[in-house]
């Protein structure tokens, strides 16, 4: 019982690069979310999915994309990376979306040069 | 976007000494969660609390769920080095379903 990954662990892109961010879980869960963190902030929501099937904006979804690919996997893609995501990304289960407790995954830290 | 508010931002503290933190909002919360962050890791839960006037513990720390339901606190007892990292109050306001971060307490115990 792995919990939620996420691949890769560490990426570097070049501005205006594309790439994915793949996150699973084992759990069964039927939400999935993905957050962002900048260096002495807090977590702030990206996207989410509520069940399989929907994806739904958070606090900041301009210049990403997600996919739920099926009830274990949710992706986020950057179309054109900028500076400003250069972040460390983390995904999140929880059973149902609300005030379900939420578990992490490890993160992937990425820098746009 | 709506903030929660963590104090102190960081804090230095000898092993064995206790802790306070506290998380404050200007909005109604139902629930509120403490996470703890180690370094290079994803935040893992600590407490939960669902109702005003809560007072939950698990081992070493305890939360309590505020009575006017904006705030939170949570104290450490006997801290050890283990502690250090950073904890982040979290949940979702009263009539939403998603999680806003407080900014975090940065802990780091001197053994």
């Known amino acids: 019982n792995a919990g939620v990954t996420q691949t890769p662990k560490f990426q570097v892109l070049k501005t205006g690069q594309s790439m994915t961010l793949q996150c699973a879980q084992d759990?069964?869960?039927?939400?999935m979310y993905w957050y962002r963190q900048d260096p002495g902030m807090g977590l702030r929501l990206i996207y989410y999915?509520?069940?399989?099937?929907?994806?739904d904006k958070g606090e900041v979804p301009n210049g990403y994309n997600v996919s739920r690919l099926n009830k274990r996997e949710f992706s986020l893609r950057l179309e054109s990376a900028a500076p400003s995501q250069t972040s460390v990304y983390f995904c999140?289960?929880?059973?149902?979306?609300?005030?379900?407790?939420?578990?992490f995954g490890p993160g992937t830290r990425l820098t746009v040069l | 976007g709506q903030q929660l508010n963590q104090s102190p931002q960081s804090m230095f503290i000898q092993e064995g000494e206790d802790v306070s933190m506290n998380c404050t909002s200007s909005?109604?919360?139902?629930?509120w969660l403490w996470y703890k962050q180690d370094p290079g890791e994803g935040p893992v839960l600590l407490i939960a609390?669902?109702?005003?006037?809560e007072l939950t513990s698990n081992g070493r720390l305890t939360a309590q769920f505020g009575i006017t339901r904006k705030d939170s606190f949570l104290n450490i007892s006997a801290s050890i080095p283990s502690d250090v990292g950073i904890y982040f109050c979290?949940?979702?306001?009263?009539?939403?379903?998603?999680?806003?971060f407080g900014t975090g307490t940065r802990l780091k115990v001197l053994a």
């Open positions: 999140a289960s929880s059973a149902n979306r609300g005030a379900d407790t939420q578990y």
């Open positions: 759990m069964n869960h039927n939400s």
């Open positions: 999915s509520a069940s399989e099937g929907t994806t």
């Open positions: 909005s109604i919360f139902n629930t």
């Open positions: 609390l669902y109702k005003a006037g």
């Open positions: 979290a949940g979702p306001p009263s009539g939403t379903y998603k999680y806003i």
